[in-house]
C-alpha cells in the first residue's frame, strides 16, 4: 500500500460518513446487520474489532483520498471496537494503523456496481482478506453463484468453492441458510464455526433452550406414566410396589 503523510491527508472529522447513495433493496442493510447483530453476541467481550455498515473507508489507494469505498459490510480486526471511545462516523485507513478490513460484504443490487470488476480491484489493492458478494436475486443476469467468497493470495483474489468458507485469519465462518423462525423465509447469511456449524442468533438459542426443556419435560412425564403404569399393574398382581426388595 502506498504510504503517505498523515499530516497531509484530511481527519475523519473533515470527511463525510458514507456516499449518500440511497440502497434499492432491503437486502443490503438486512443481511450486514444480521451478521453484526450476531457478532455483538459472540463478540461481547472483545474489544479488538469493528463492523461497518454502509461506511465509507477511506485509503490512499486510490488517485484521491477523499474519494471512499462503501461496502455494504466490513469487518476489520486488531483495532478499536469505539474509536477513541466514540462512534466511527467512517473507517479512515490512515487513523487505522493502515489496517484493512479482513472482510468484505457486498449484496449485489438490481443497478450493477461493479461489485465483480471495479470494486474487487479496489478491495484488493486495500488488501482485504476475504471479499464475498452475496447476489441472491440477480445472480443469474450476472452470470454468477449468489454467493461468492474470494480469498487474497499474493495480491489476487482466487474465488472458493466451499459453503460455509471458513476464514482462520478472523477465526469465523460464512455461509447462507433460512431461519425457520423466519415468517417470511428469508435465506440470510450467518456465522459458522471450524466444524461447519451454524452460530445461532440470541432467539434461535432461547428457541433452542425451550425445545430442550419441552422434550426433557414430556421424557420425564412419559417415565413417570411409565412408572404409574407399572405400579397398576404390581398392585393388580397382588403386589404392594411400595414394599419391593431392594436390587
Given at each position: 500500500m502506498l504510504q503517505l503523510d498523515p499530516t497531509l491527508l484530511?481527519?475523519?472529522?473533515?470527511?463525510?460518513?458514507?456516499?449518500?447513495?440511497p440502497v434499492d433493496n432491503e437486502d443490503?442493510?438486512?443481511?450486514?446487520?444480521v451478521l453484526l447483530f450476531l457478532l455483538e453476541s459472540l463478540w461481547e467481550t472483545r474489544d479488538d474489532w469493528y463492523f461497518g455498515i454502509d461506511m465509507g473507508i477511506y485509503h490512499a489507494t486510490g488517485s484521491d483520498p477523499r474519494v471512499p469505498i462503501v461496502p455494504d459490510g466490513f469487518l476489520s480486526v486488531g483495532v478499536e471496537r469505539?474509536?477513541?471511545?466514540?462512534?466511527?462516523?467512517?473507517y479512515v485507513m490512515w487513523e487505522e494503523q493502515n489496517i484493512p478490513p479482513a472482510f468484505v460484504l457486498e449484496?449485489?443490487?438490481?443497478?450493477?456496481?461493479?461489485?465483480?470488476?471495479?470494486?474487487?480491484?479496489?478491495y484488493a489493492k486495500l488488501g482485504v482478506r476475504y471479499y464475498a458478494i452475496y447476489n441472491p436475486c440477480v445472480w443469474k443476469r450476472?452470470?454468477?453463484?449468489?454467493?461468492e467468497i474470494y480469498t487474497l493470495e499474493s495480491g489476487t483474489?482466487?474465488?472458493?468453492?466451499?459453503?460455509?468458507?471458513?476464514?482462520?485469519e478472523i477465526g469465523l465462518g460464512l455461509g447462507r441458510y433460512t431461519p425457520a423462525l423466519d415468517p417470511l423465509g428469508r435465506e440470510l447469511l450467518g456465522w459458522f464455526d471450524e466444524k461447519g456449524d451454524r452460530?445461532?442468533?440470541?432467539?434461535?438459542?432461547?428457541?433452542?433452550?425451550r425445545q430442550r426443556a419441552e422434550s426433557e419435560r414430556q421424557r420425564a412425564e412419559s417415565e413417570r406414566q411409565r412408572a404409574d403404569r407399572l405400579a397398576e399393574y404390581l398392585r393388580s398382581q397382588g403386589i404392594n410396589p411400595d414394599n419391593l426388595p431392594d436390587a
Open positions: 484530511p481527519s475523519s472529522a473533515e470527511l463525510p460518513g458514507s456516499d449518500d447513495t443490503q442493510n438486512f443481511v450486514p446487520n469505539r474509536k477513541g471511545g466514540k462512534s466511527r462516523k467512517s449484496v449485489v443490487s438490481e443497478t450493477p456496481g461493479g461489485e465483480y470488476s471495479r470494486k474487487l480491484d479496489i450476472d452470470g454468477h453463484a449468489p454467493l483474489y482466487r474465488l472458493q468453492t466451499r459453503e460455509p468458507y471458513w476464514m482462520p452460530y445461532l442468533t440470541d432467539r434461535e438459542r432461547v428457541e433452542s433452550e
